[in-house]
T-cell receptor
Framework: AQKVTQAQTEISVVEKEDVTLDCVYE???????LFWYKQPPSGELVFLIR??????QNEISGRYSWNFQKSTSSFNFTITASQVVDSAVYFC????????????FGKGTRLSVIA | NAGVTQTPKFQVLKTGQSMTLQCAQD?????MYWYRQDPGMGLRLIYY???????DKGEVPNGYNVSRLNKREFSLRLESAAPSQTSVYFC??????????????FGEGSWLTVV
């Protein structure tokens, strides 16, 4: 069965600090997809990134970067030079090979960036 | 392009009342989902519909029913609301497959309170 663990429930950082959000997953499939979503205080779920299991390249998008390591079943998310607007709950999610398999979410990490 | 639209956004129900949450997507997606979000629990799948005409139970289906009315619409019904169903409900959809990357898109959420 698939499972996503986000061990960090809450993190507080001071503005401009770097912060890494951890995500560990479990799956029996060799083909799967990993996702990160952001939920700001307004409540909507914003898609950030998707990563396929056959593509272990790390990705950088502005201040955001993602480190995918199949050897440790981890898909960590780093925010560089954090800003107050980064304050949100961040969810990691996993979908197995079958396109009809629903996403399984971690419980989320609440990030507070203090000015 | 509206994406995923769900109504109502806010609702207060009395215990025992029934109601239906409506969801529609205009992205021609095959699969649709209903999740609930509770503090500290992340998003948990209630029901999903892999394609028009099919529905399947998720992790927490008790107390709910669903209808996949057509390809666009997927409704969630609470037949006899209970305080334990106080939650934020998210509808979502996606076009499964490697090309689309299995990305799931969410509606804005429906805040339901049962008193």
């Amino acid at each position: 069965a698939q499972k996503v663990t986000q061990a960090q429930t809450e993190i507080s950082v001071v503005e401009k600090e770097d912060v890494t959000l951890d995500c560990v997953y479990e799956t029996r499939d060799t083909t799967y997809y990993l996702f990160w979503y952001k939920q700001p205080p307004s409540g909507e779920l914003v898609f950030l990134i998707r990563r396929n299991s056959f593509d272990e390249q790390n990705e950088i998008s502005g201040r955001y970067s993602w480190n995918f390591q199949k050897s440790t079943s981890s898909f960590n998310f780093t925010i560089t030079a954090s800003q107050v607007v980064d304050s949100a709950v961040y969810f990691c999610a996993l979908s197995e090979r079958s396109g009809n398999t629903p996403l399984v979410f971690g419980k989320g990490t609440r990030l507070s960036v203090i000015a | 392009n509206a994406g995923v639209t769900q109504t109502p956004k806010f609702q207060v129900l009395k215990t025992g009342q029934s109601m239906t949450l409506q969801c529609a997507q205009d992205m021609n997606h095959n699969s649709m989902y209903w999740y609930r979000q509770d503090p500290g629990m992340g998003l948990r799948l209630i029901y999903y519909s892999a394609s028009e005409g099919t529905t399947d139970k998720g992790e927490v289906p008790n107390g709910y029913n669903v209808s996949r009315l057509n390809k666009r619409e997927f409704s969630l019904r609470l037949e006899s609301a209970a305080p334990s169903q106080t939650s934020v409900y998210f509808c979502a959809s996606r076009f499964p497959g490697i090309r689309s990357g299995n990305t799931i898109y969410f509606g804005e959420g429906s805040w339901l309170t049962v008193v």
